[in-house]
């Protein structure tokens, strides 16, 4: 698990850098599918990742909109910040956390019960899931995307 959590982050680190070449208006423009933007969805794939490991840890979420932190400099520093809190909980991940349970309320407020292994891969799909809007994006600004390969990344 820890090594998906890695390839994500260094994929994640080559799109912020591939964005540093994008006027920002193309970074802000809304697009089709997804959460809106590149760089809303490069926060996204942040704030979701921290906010699922967050309640994993009993931490409190983060609620800030994207508004707050429309830039790439901010959006950068915010995915470094949350990064460096949750990396240590990735990186002590053990197999007796997988069936662990998490009491989420639905958004009628019934509780919903998610296994911590449920939890980790969802989060870990959720930002392979992203990265692939961002590449079909990065094509309508004319840009070759990042590649999403897993291989030749030192991660084995």
């Known amino acids: 698990?820890?090594?998906l959590f890695e390839?994500?982050?260094?994929?994640?680190?080559?799109?912020?850098?591939w964005?540093?070449?994008?006027?920002?208006?193309?970074l802000l423009k809304?697009?089709?599918?997804?959460?809106g933007g590149i760089l809303h969805t490069l926060f996204h794939i942040a704030d979701v990742e921290f906010s699922w490991l967050s309640g994993l840890q009993g931490k409190p979420d983060f609620t800030e909109p994207f508004e707050a932190h429309a830039s790439l400099e901010k959006v950068m520093a915010l995915s470094a910040r949350f990064h460096e809190e949750v990396r240590?909980?990735?990186l002590a991940w053990s197999p007796e956390m997988?069936?662990?349970e998490l009491s989420e309320p639905t958004p009628q407020g019934k509780p919903e019960i998610f296994k911590y292994g449920e939890i980790m891969r969802h989060v870990i799909a959720h930002e392979i899931h992203h990265m692939g809007q961002l590449s079909v994006w990065s094509r309508e600004v004319g840009k070759?995307?990042?590649?999403a390969n897993l291989i030749r990344r030192g991660l084995y």
């Open 88 to 90: 240590p909980f990735v």
């Open 1 to 3: 698990m820890r090594k």
């Open 144 to 147: 070759v995307p990042v590649t």
């Open 19 to 26: 964005c540093q070449d994008v006027p920002e208006e193309e």
């Open 98 to 100: 997988e069936e662990k």
């Open 7 to 17: 390839y994500n982050w260094q994929v994640r680190d080559d799109w912020f850098a």
């Open 30 to 35: 809304k697009r089709t599918g997804g959460i």
